[in-house]
C-alpha cells in the first residue's frame, strides 16, 4: 500500500486548507485510514482516523469542530477538511493506515505512512 499526501500550504490564522491522501496498491487491506501530524521537536500526534469502509469517525479533542475526515470512494482518496485553523495547528501532517480495525490514537497499529505535507499558519 502507498500512500501520497498533499494539499499542505503557507495560511493565515482562522483559514481553511484541504489535504488529501490517496491510497493506491492493495487497500483491500486497509482497515483504518487516519491523519496524524508531527511539529517540530514533538511526538507525531493522532490528528482524525475513520474506518476504511466508511461510517465512525473520530478526533482528537484539539479539531474536534474544526477538521473533517472524509473518504472518496471513488478516488480511492480520503480527505482532511480543516477549517479555523490557529498557529499551532503548524505540523507536518501524515497520512496513514492501519491494516486493523482500531481506534487507538497511538502511532502503533499503523502499517502505512505517507511522506507527510507540511502545514504552515501564521498568525
Known amino acids: 500500500v502507498q500512500l501520497v499526501e498533499s494539499g499542505g500550504a503557507l495560511v493565515q490564522a482562522a483559514a481553511s486548507l484541504r489535504l488529501s491522501c490517496a491510497a493506491s496498491g492493495h487497500t483491500f487491506r486497509l482497515s483504518t485510514i487516519a491523519w496524524f501530524r508531527q511539529a517540530p521537536a514533538n511526538e507525531r500526534d493522532f490528528v482524525a482516523g475513520m474506518y476504511w469502509s466508511g461510517g465512525s469517525t473520530y478526533y482528537a479533542d484539539s479539531v474536534k469542530g474544526r477538521f473533517t475526515i472524509s473518504r472518496d470512494n471513488a478516488k480511492n482518496t480520503v480527505n482532511l477538511q480543516m477549517s479555523s485553523l490557529k498557529p499551532e495547528d503548524t505540523a507536518v501532517y501524515y497520512c496513514?493506515?492501519?491494516?486493523?480495525?482500531?481506534?487507538?490514537?497511538?502511532?502503533?497499529?499503523?502499517?502505512?505512512w505517507g511522506q507527510g505535507t507540511q502545514v504552515t499558519v501564521s498568525s
Open positions: 496513514a493506515a492501519s491494516r486493523v480495525s482500531t481506534t487507538s490514537y497511538s502511532t502503533a497499529p499503523y502499517d502505512y
